[in-house]
């Protein structure tokens, strides 16, 4: 069975620090997709970035950067220099690549960062 | 490009009645659309997957008799919600996807049942 886990429920921070939001999946496929996706207030998913299982290596896009590590089953979501626009809620999710490619959601972190 | 709109955005209804959810890709053509439900302050779960010219595929737990997807067409999917009652109220998210894996969002559909 596919999970994905997000043990972080709420996060608060104050503007200009750094946060860590977390990802813990499990998987019995041997290729997937990992996915984070954001949803503000207003509840459009917004795509943040998608990671193939085959590739390990880390990306940064502006402030945000993204530890993939197969090895401990996480994929973990870093937001450098919080800004108020951050504020939101934050969901993984686990992808198939073969069959019906259905994704699986985390529970979602809710985010504020407080000015 | 890759836009997937949804229609209404919101709707209220009385219990009872039945509501349609149109998803349409709006500059693509969708080989599979997917039905997701998010309750307040929970996660997105998959209702069922949907295939153009094919029955849906309901997750475990979801009634088919009650959440109709109709799949006619590479650009529209429709879900009816039958005899909506108050434990219905969601929000109900489509997407749409190209062969070869992507999923596409659309903006999302507030339900509430009267």
């Known amino acids: 069975a596919q999970k994905v886990t997000q043990a972080q429920t709420e996060i608060s921070v104050v503007e200009k620090e750094d946060v860590t939001l977390d990802c813990v999946y499990e998987?019995?496929?041997?290729?997937?997709?990992l996915f984070w996706y954001k949803q503000p207030p207003s509840g459009e998913l917004v795509f943040l970035i998608r990671?193939?299982?085959?590739?390990?290596q880390n990306e940064i896009s502006g402030r945000y950067s993204w530890n993939f590590q197969k090895s401990t089953s996480s994929f973990n979501f870093t937001i450098t220099a919080s800004q108020v626009v951050d504020s939101a809620v934050y969901f993984c999710?686990?992808?198939?690549?073969?069959?019906?490619?259905?994704?699986?959601f985390g529970q979602g972190t809710r985010l504020t960062i407080n000015p | 490009g890759a836009v997937v709109s949804q229609h209404p955005s919101r709707v209220i209804c009385k219990s009872g009645t039945s509501v349609k959810i149109e998803c349409r890709s709006l500059?693509?053509?969708?080989?599979?659309m997917f039905w997701y439900r998010q309750f307040p302050k929970q996660s997105l779960m998959l209702m069922a997957t949907?295939?153009?010219?094919?029955?849906?595929?309901?997750e475990q737990g979801v009634e088919k008799d009650k959440f109709l997807i109709n799949h006619a067409s590479l650009t529209l999917s429709t879900l009816t919600v039958t005899s909506a009652h108050p434990e219905d109220s969601s929000f109900y998210i489509c997407?749409?996807?190209?062969?070869?894996?992507?999923?596409?969002f659309g903006p999302g559909t507030r339900l509430t049942v009267l």
């Open positions: 997407s749409a996807s190209v062969a070869g894996f992507e999923q596409f």
């Open positions: 998987t019995r496929d041997t290729t997937y997709y």
């Open positions: 990671r193939n299982s085959f590739d390990e």
């Open positions: 999710a686990l992808g198939q690549i073969q069959g019906a490619q259905k994704l699986v």
């Open positions: 500059d693509f053509q969708a080989t599979t």
């Open positions: 949907s295939n153009e010219g094919s029955k849906a595929t309901y």
